[in-house]
């Protein structure tokens, strides 16, 4: 498959603002494929394309990966504030939990 996605590259990068279809039909790629590398971000559309695929999220044009930018920074963001949120709840059950602990004696 490195093969067949080398000979795409080089096939795009030639050929830089020829539609996807084509990419397909004179690299013998099903669309599938070539839409795989593009939300692995391997492959991606010149800026002035016509051709983008939806982000996973909004559904806006992208030329690459799964996500729009605003979408990436939305969610960076969110998963952020879900990891920092618990670590100031689970400091407060510990030092709830620390009276109640069971106690060993030497």
Known sequence: MDEKFDIVKRFVEDNPNVPVETVA?????????????IREERLSFSPDSSYGIPCENCGRMIRTGRFCDECKTKLTNTLRSALDTPKSQ????????DKNRMRYIK
């Open 90 to 97: 689970d400091r407060q059950l510990w030092q709830q939990d």
């Open 25 to 37: 039909k004179e690299t013998d790629t099903s669309m599938k494929q070539i839409n795989r590398w």
